[in-house]
């Protein structure tokens, strides 16, 4: 098959829109009776800008994006379009869905709000699970209904099952193929660094994000453009990782990234009880983005205050954002 774009305008394209700073994958609000709360948008928005992180991810997993309704989903790109570009912040609306046609609309509405959503980033159907071609298919089919916006894939293998280690062969395949003219690459969400190194060796200029907290120092050695990240939304392990990082301190940054690996080791136990404990760790910080919605559930009361103090025992948690190292563009 032939390319359906030229070379060097795909190029271009993924030069002019490569996210190089750090992007925070932020919580769906909901109210206490557990509907969507968008009128915390604006606030969060607020809370975003003050730790001087300018690219959000919503209805990501963090998000709970595929326990959302497509209207419920709507509204909240609706509500980021919003509030987050007045204050120089970008907005990343993820798309996936286990339905073709509703990623299809999803990626029609997110383009539809005058360029206020800046791209977007879309997970593989995790039930009937596809093979590299039909993936690389289903891509191609959501990607087209939005070609202006960039589209990134979003590989996360240990939620999906899909590709694991492989994402490389998916890359290959686009890259072959050039039936996603506006692909920008890959928000690679996998410990697994051998296939993150394979696919940074695919063609040339696509834009590699990383979204494992705990080895992110570690994927930008190798060539990650940048992070994406939950954590920075309410420590500074990773936030001051990588400011020390970009100023060449190389050790001050892997003491800051090894405290935050120590900061993530705390969440398996939660999270093999469909705890949520990532969101409920945001009330600690003075952001409260409401309870989970089932399959997810929140911790306890008493389990929020017990994780508390042992975090913030070893100054893992922002006390005040303000006295963080990284009160400067990470
Ligand atoms: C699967 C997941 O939640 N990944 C997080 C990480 O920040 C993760 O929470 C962190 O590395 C702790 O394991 C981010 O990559 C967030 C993310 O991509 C998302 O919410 O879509």
């Known amino acids: 098959d032939q390319p359906v774009f030229p070379r060097g305008k795909v190029e271009a394209f993924r030069e002019a829109n490569k996210i190089t700073s750090t992007m925070i994958a932020v919580y769906t609000p909901l109210t206490q009776d557990g509907t969507l709360d968008v009128t915390n948008i604006p606030a969060y928005a607020k809370f975003v800008a003050a730790r001087n992180i300018t690219n959000v991810l919503p209805a990501g997993s963090n998000g709970e994006s595929l326990s959302l309704s497509v209207n419920e989903r709507k509204a909240l790109a609706e509500a980021w379009a919003a509030a987050a570009p007045p204050l120089g912040i970008k907005v990343y609306m993820h798309i996936g869905s286990e339905s073709l046609v509703e990623s299809q609309e999803l990626a029609a509405h997110a383009a539809s709000l005058n360029s206020s959503i800046a791209g977007l980033v879309c997970m593989a159907p995790v039930y009937f699970k596809p093979t590299v071609g039909t993936l690389h298919d289903f891509l191609a089919a959501v990607a087209s209904h939005a070609p202006q916006l960039p589209f990134w894939f979003y590989h996360f293998p240990d939620g999906t099952g899909v590709l694991p280690g492989q994402a490389h062969t998916l890359l290959e395949m686009a890259d072959k193929s050039g039936k996603i003219p506006n692909l920008m690459g890959i928000k690679f969400t996998d410990y697994n660094l051998m296939d993150f190194q394979l696919c940074l060796q ?127 563009t990470v």
């Open 202 to 328: 695919v063609g040339s200029g696509y834009n590699m994000l990383f979204g494992r907290d705990e080895e992110a120092l570690a994927a930008l050695l190798l060539g990650a453009d940048a992070a994406v990240s939950s954590t920075v939304g309410y420590s500074p392990t990773l936030r001051d990782a990588i400011l020390l990082w970009n100023r060449g301190d190389r050790k001050g940054a892997v003491s800051a990234q090894m405290r935050n690996a120590k900061l993530c080791s705390f969440f398996a136990q939660y999270e093999s009880d469909a705890k949520n404990v990532q969101k409920s760790l945001m009330k600690v910080v003075g952001m409260d983005v409401g309870p989970s919605r089932l399959p997810k559930q929140d911790l306890s009361s008493a389990e929020l205050k017990s994780l508390q103090v042992k975090l913030s025992s070893l100054n893992l948690l922002d006390a005040d954002v303000r006295t963080s190292a990284a009160h400067s």
